[in-house]
């Protein structure tokens, strides 16, 4: 079974504050991607990238950087933390566009 | 944009019975189809995934697809209680990205 691990598992941020998510695969998958999930909004896609160097904005990137440095690894950062960022997120990876999609177990932020 | 609609917003059955979930794009330039499974406090795994007109079935699951509709479905048979858990939908619209589009869930209840 594909690997996805992400850290930390929980995190409270304070407001203004920076804030990194870490996301590491072993499945050696080209795509990765960060969603959110909040109550009544499923799951929605922030920043995806193909392979290392590169990133892509997804559907709701305000506020959220990403950065790929290797095939492995995948870090959302945000840069300056506000409490409507309070959310559960979820990293994934897949070996191409249709390809299963497999999910770490989440990081549960709180930004107060 | 492009929008995938799930219903019910929940669902209970009793154990042994039939479960049903919906899911309607509202674009009809979709690629695939996707169904995701999510048990608390865990990563959505993947159950399957239908991109032709008809029904796909994996063991107790069943998926239909009609395109001319727009409108998928999920049938679990013979449902248990570890099949208690959030169904997500996802519609792939654009196979260059791989970007998908989720449902809202359908929260699923089967009672003993």
């Known amino acids: 079974e594909a690997a996805v691990t992400q850290s930390p598992r929980n995190k409270v941020a304070v407001t203004g504050g920076k804030v990194t998510l870490s996301c590491n695969q072993t499945?050696?998958?080209?795509?990765m991607y960060w969603y959110r999930q909040d109550t009544g909004h499923g799951l929605r896609l922030i920043h995806y990238?193909?392979?290392?160097?590169?990133?892509e904005k997804g559907d709701i990137p305000d506020g959220y950087k990403a950065s790929r440095p290797s095939q492995e690894n995948f870090s959302l950062i945000l840069e300056l933390a506000t409490p409507s960022q309070t959310s559960v997120y979820f990293c994934?990876?897949?070996?191409?566009?249709?390809?299963?999609?497999?999910f770490g177990s989440g990081t549960r932020l709180t930004v107060l | 944009q492009q929008k995938v609609q799930q219903s019910p917003e929940s669902l209970s059955v009793p154990e042994g019975g039939m479960a049903s979930l919906n899911c309607t794009s509202s674009?009809?330039?979709?690629?695939y189809f996707w169904w995701y499974r999510q048990h608390s406090g865990e990563g959505p795994k993947a159950l399957m995934?239908?991109?032709?007109?008809g029904d796909k079935k994996e063991g107790r699951f069943t998926a239909h697809l009609n395109k001319a509709s727009l409108h998928v479905s999920l049938h679990i048979r013979d449902s248990q209680p570890s099949d208690s858990a959030l169904y997500f939908c996802?519609?792939?619209?654009?196979?260059?990205?791989?970007?998908?589009?989720f449902g809202d869930g359908t929260v699923l209840t089967v009672k003993p």
């Open positions: 674009d009809r330039n979709f690629q």
């Open positions: 996802a519609a792939l619209y654009n196979t260059n990205t791989g970007k998908l589009t």
């Open positions: 499945n050696n998958h080209n795509n």
């Open positions: 990238s193909y392979g290392a160097g590169s990133t």
């Open positions: 995934s239908i991109f032709s007109d």
């Open positions: 994934a990876s897949a070996g191409g566009a249709t390809e299963t999609l497999y």
